[in-house]
């Protein structure tokens, strides 16, 4: 199989072998949208593929992976994404995160009186995930839980979950499908339109991501699969730049080995100095998310219909 017989997952053009760091991790673009993409999300078993792909480095390691510094990270973005989800459904809304994590979402939203369940597709993690937030946590792909569970939802959350997908468009209509009129998706995504995506060490690349979005691709995604987008911004986390700068120095990964991370007794203080450079770079970084460049992506977007 070579690119010239590839097409495009979103608009059906030619794929071609990106360039520079892209290049670095075998990734495609697209000549007529630009959409990049890894060679598995358009291989002839894409899907299983994928799925094989996800529970190679979302089991048993990713249930063992978790720190301190993370649980403080993941409460902190849970809050904020609770205040959102807030502001788009009233009530006790009952409300489905797709990929969980270790479970800090799903124990704000609790906090929050929301009916709350998850969806997982490794059973470690569901199982890991069920202990910590005690909130039920299906296992399970995206479109088998819209075949039993149509119009349930008020509200889907997929934070950093699309990326992970062979078949965006096919997640789009079963998120589309799970919601009830008038429901609401919530979709956070890494931005391949950020500045840090030029550098091999960008935290967006990994083996695992098969999409790169930019926001006028997702906006088109989710138009197409017949949402109203009510949001779409970016955002620059405070780690961004040191991630992408210290995984490069480290050597910048490819698909096989990607950029290892720090670990043992220098974890804590490059967490430390990360935060503290983010803090001296808040202008910066304000500046660079409200220009559409910060490298996530959050979409709000509600299926048409309802009071």
Request: hydrophobic letters at 45%; charged letters at 20%.
């Amino acid at each position: 199989m070579t690119t010239a017989t590839l097409a495009c997952p979103l608009c059906g053009g030619r794929l071609e072998r990106a360039h520079g760091a892209r290049e670095r991790w075998r990734l495609l673009s697209c000549a007529g949208c630009g959409h990049v993409v890894a060679p598995v999300a358009v291989s002839p078993a894409a899907a299983a593929d994928a799925e094989a792909l996800q529970q190679v480095h979302f089991g048993d390691a990713f249930v063992a992976g978790d720190d301190r510094w993370t649980r403080l990270i993941d409460r902190a973005n849970a809050r904020r994404v609770r205040r959102l989800l807030a502001r788009a459904v009233s009530g006790r809304a009952h409300v489905l995160e797709v990929g969980p994590g270790h479970g800090a979402l799903l124990v704000a939203l609790v906090e929050a009186g929301f009916d709350v369940e998850g969806l997982e597709l490794s059973p470690a993690v569901a199982e890991m995930t069920r202990r910590r937030s005690g909130v039920p946590v299906a296992v399970g792909t995206l479109e088998d839980r819209a075949a039993v569970a149509a119009a349930r939802y008020d509200a889907v959350v997929a934070r950093h979950v699309l990326e992970h997908m062979a078949d965006p468009a096919g997640a789009v209509g079963a998120l589309h499908r799970l919601l009830r009129p008038g429901g609401v998706a919530y979709v956070a995504v890494p931005n391949i339109g950020a500045p840090e995506s030029t550098l091999a060490g960008w935290s967006g690349y990994q083996p695992y991501h098969l999409h790169y979005f930019t926001p006028p691709r997702l906006r088109a995604l989710f138009e197409r699969g017949g949402f109203a987008v009510t949001r779409l911004h970016t955002r620059e986390p405070f780690s961004g730049w040191v991630n992408a700068v210290v995984g490069s120095l480290r050597g910048g990964g490819t698909p096989d080995a990607p950029a290892s991370r720090p670990a043992g007794a220098v974890v804590s203080l490059y967490h430390v100095i990360r935060l503290g450079i983010g803090t001296v770079l808040a202008p910066l970084r304000l500046a660079q998310a409200c220009s559409g460049y910060g490298e996530e992506i959050e979409l709000l977007a509600r299926k048409p219909g309802g009071a």
